[in-house]
């Protein structure tokens, strides 16, 4: 049995059902990224799991930045800045990884996940007041 990367706790939770529920679900691909490299599952695999997690994140960036935007967060830029640095670095390490200059290592793993962690309880618990005040649940 492989222990998860990251495992969901109520430290994380920021109280609005949707993102709550979306970072639930990212915290899921992230484990199946890890799982597949503890594994020892082959390249395609990784390169898969890896896609599938790097399209989700694209999703749940757009709806939270579409949320923060509509109801003009007044940090919403430098939050955009976040995911963007966020998502390019992983399509870097995609890069990386399907040309075959580097492998996936619990160190790079534990890297995003330290990133997703501290994003979701550090950063976009700030917004979560602001959110709340607009009538958002
Ligand atoms: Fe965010
Ligand atoms: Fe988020």
Known sequence: M???????NENMMIGIQSIDNQHQ???DLIND???TMQRGKGSEAINQTLASM????????SD???????????GYVQH???HDG???RIKELQDRLQKGHIILTISVMKSLRDWL???IQKVDRQYAPFLKSKGIV
């Open 2 to 8: 492989i222990m998860p990367l990251l495992t969901w």
């Open 25 to 27: 679900r990212w915290i």
């Open 33 to 35: 990224l890890h799982e």
């Open 54 to 61: 790097l399209d989700y994140t694209r999703v749940h960036f």
């Open 64 to 74: 939270e930045e579409k949320l923060l935007s509509t109801h003009s967060y007044p």
């Open 80 to 82: 955009k800045q976040l």
């Open 86 to 88: 966020f998502i390019n």
């Open 117 to 119: 962690k501290n994003h």
